[in-house]
T-cell receptor
């Protein structure tokens, strides 16, 4: 069974700080998605990465896909309270029709 | 609205009762997923519907859980003889097709007393 591990589980930082969260798989990804979920809401897709070594930027968020396509990172620059939420990575293993989600990183940015 | 709609948003019921959760996907989305999320945790896949194909029920935790999708649109997830461990947020997502980005509803928070 393919597993997605996210670290850290919890992160509490001050506004303006930088942070990186990680997603690691037990095997090679076909593609990877990052979602953010705010309390009381469903997850919202942030980005999809497909190619090994790929880097995508979304304002202050930088997403990187590892060269071997077994890991990914999300870096947030100058975090703001609005970045608070549960960050989930998800992948779609080859030959299946269902997504596997990581356990998430719960981020809290203090004003 | 144009998003995925789930109802009810909250449901409190007694142990042993049956519950029915509803999901209205985005119009034109052929794929529909149900997930369960326990407090502060990631998402656990339950069931997947794609068009007129037989659903993938491999994630349903027991035979007390069932789901159907009528006319390729609205879906209902039914839990019979609820147990306390069924307490969780049940999320529905739809997508244009297999391997397309998923759009989630805000979930139904189910509490079993």
């Amino acid at each position: 069974t393919q597993l997605l591990e996210q670290s850290p589980q919890f992160l509490s930082i001050q506004e303006g700080e930088n942070l990186t969260v990680y997603c690691n798989s037990s095997s090679v990804f076909s593609s990877l998605q990052w979602y953010r979920q705010e309390p009381g809401e469903g997850p919202v897709l942030l980005v999809t990465v497909v190619t090994g070594g790929e880097v995508k930027k979304l304002k202050r968020l930088t997403f990187q896909f590892g060269d071997a396509r077994k890991d990914s990172s999300l870096h947030i620059t100058a975090a703001q309270p609005g970045d608070t939420g549960l960050y989930l990575c998800a992948e779609y293993p080859s030959g299946t029709y269902k997504y596997i989600f990581g356990t998430g990183t719960r981020l809290k940015v203090l004003a | 609205g144009a998003g995925v709609s789930q109802s009810p948003s909250n449901k409190v019921t007694e142990k042993g009762k049956d519950v029915e959760l509803r999901c209205d996907p985005i119009s034109g989305h052929t794929a529909l997923y149900w997930y369960r999320q326990s407090l502060g945790q990631g998402l656990e896949f339950l069931i997947y519907f794609q068009g007129n194909s037989a659903p993938d029920k491999s994630g349903l935790p027991s035979d007390r859980f069932s789901a159907e999708r009528t006319g390729g649109s609205v879906s209902t997830l039914t839990i019979q003889r609820t147990q306390q461990e069924d307490s969780a947020v049940y999320l529905c997502a739809s997508s244009l097709g297999t391997r397309q980005p998923q759009h989630f509803g805000d979930g139904t928070r189910l509490s079993i007393l």
